[in-house]
């Protein structure tokens, strides 16, 4: 069949405010999380991850948590800027052992409104 | 540290030929992922390469298909392509500590 356009749900937020973006991830059994920022034209960028043995992982301005009874993830950024305009996506691998096979998210689209 | 590159950057292809992509890892990192990235299907896993053997498969036909040399660079082949292969094509190498870092991608169109 024809294929149609992922609809990515879009986040609008005042600069200088905090985003929060969430994910539900679907494999019990993940054992690695990351979040990326992909900007148009390029790659993903790595942003952080965290492993399932932790709830809760901060970087700079950023900060992952990730509640497994539920399979959910949040990336929270804290003051956002209009550099942070772009679409994320959670990812998952579900390979374990340290090898690599991520399943990722639609993405979620964030606009920063100077 | 150069990040990880791919060559070429763009491609046009017609219907039933094939194809070849080149991705060259980060310093150091020896595994190395593709994904096939479209509108319609977002981010999604080819294949995972990790010192010249194929560690994991994703659910792709076998006209996919790629190889790890012993630099840990990495090459990709799509044969008897078809309109819905075009797509960003991305590659990704991972350091020991598990973060996994793309490339900017190829952009194939097939007309």
């Known amino acids: 069949g024809e294929s149609v356009g992922l609809h990515l749900p879009t986040l609008s937020v005042q600069e200088g405010d905090n985003s929060i973006i969430n994910c539900a991830y679907s494999?019990?059994?993940?054992?690695?999380f990351i979040w990326y920022k992909q900007e148009s034209g390029k790659g993903p960028q790595f942003i952080i991850d965290?492993?399932?043995?932790?709830d809760k992982r901060q970087g700079q301005r950023v900060t992952v948590l990730l509640n497994k009874t539920v399979k959910h993830l949040s990336l929270q950024i804290a003051a956002t800027q209009p550099g942070d305009s772009a679409v994320y996506f959670c990812a998952e691998n579900i390979s374990g052992a340290g090898s690599y096979q991520l399943t990722f998210g639609k993405g979620t689209k964030l606009s920063v409104i100077p | 540290k150069a990040g990880v590159t791919q060559t070429p950057r763009y491609l046009i292809k017609t219907r039933g030929q094939q194809v070849t992509l080149s991705c060259s890892p980060i310093?150091?990192?020896?595994?190395v992922s593709w994904y096939q990235q479209t509108p319609g299907q977002g981010l999604q896993f080819l294949f995972e390469y990790f010192s010249e053997t194929q560690r994991n498969k994703g659910n792709f036909p076998g006209r996919f298909s790629g190889r790890q040399f012993s630099n840990s660079r990495s090459e990709m082949n799509v044969s008897t392509l078809e309109l819905g292969d075009s797509a960003l094509y991305l590659c990704?190498?991972?350091?020991?500590?598990?973060?996994?870092?793309f490339g900017p991608g190829t952009r194939l169109t097939v007309t």
């Open positions: 310093s150091g990192h020896r595994s």
């Open positions: 990704a190498s991972s350091a020991p500590s598990y973060e996994q870092y």
């Open positions: 494999n019990s059994a993940s054992d690695y």
């Open positions: 965290i492993r399932s043995n932790m």
